[in-house]
């Protein structure tokens, strides 16, 4: 972690000489996800602040993605569900609008939990299964042992102990299929 930090660090400067927003962007991006594991879920959101307004500085929508996934992450993290979901549904809808489709199948995802933790079972299991459907449209298959094992728990959630431990039994074959 700690080199990561520095080499983050030492991006960022060398972004900031070369008056690159997108690097500057990464750069801080990379600084939250050090601050994530270091579980600073404010320095996270301070970061990630500051990545997203360098990004609209530079009027590049693609380069406000990471910020705002990072924002997201922040705000689930710290307890604030209500804005953790508002973030991610911004996301989803930029992701969308740029055709980063294997983002918007990991954000209905991420969603999927703020809602189950918010109390929202059946909103929740809706939002896995459509994460598993768009992951499934568009290929991205190593986000699929993560969404069967999501779908286990939304059944266990809704009391459905017969789905949950069948999806939980095809969730563990596929994650051993992944290795």
Do not use: W
């Not at 489709?101 to 969603?111: D, G, P, Q, S, Y």
Request: proline letters at 2%; glycine letters at 6%.
């Amino acid at each position: 972690n700690e080199r990561a930090r520095e080499l983050s660090t030492q991006a960022f400067a060398t972004a900031q000489s070369d008056r690159d927003p997108a690097g500057q962007v990464d750069s801080l991006c990379m600084l939250a996800r050090v601050a994530l594991r270091d579980s600073d879920f404010a320095r996270v959101r301070e970061l990630a602040d500051e990545a997203r307004a360098r990004a609209r500085m530079a009027g590049d929508q693609r380069l406000e993605r990471m910020p705002l996934h990072m924002q997201a992450v922040a705000a689930r993290m710290s307890g604030n569900l209500a804005e953790a979901c508002t973030l991610y549904e911004e996301s989803i809808e930029l992701n969308e609008s740029l055709g980063e489709e294997r983002m918007v199948a990991a954000e209905f995802h991420n969603l999927a939990y703020v809602e189950l933790h918010d109390g929202q079972p059946d909103r929740a299991q809706q939002l896995f299964k459509q994460a598993r459907n768009e992951a499934k449209r568009v290929g991205h298959d190593a986000l699929n042992p993560y969404l069967v094992g999501d779908l286990a728990i939304a059944a266990a959630m809704t009391g459905n102990a017969t789905t949950a431990a069948r999806l939980a039994g095809a969730a563990a074959a596929a994650f051993a299929a992944a290795g």
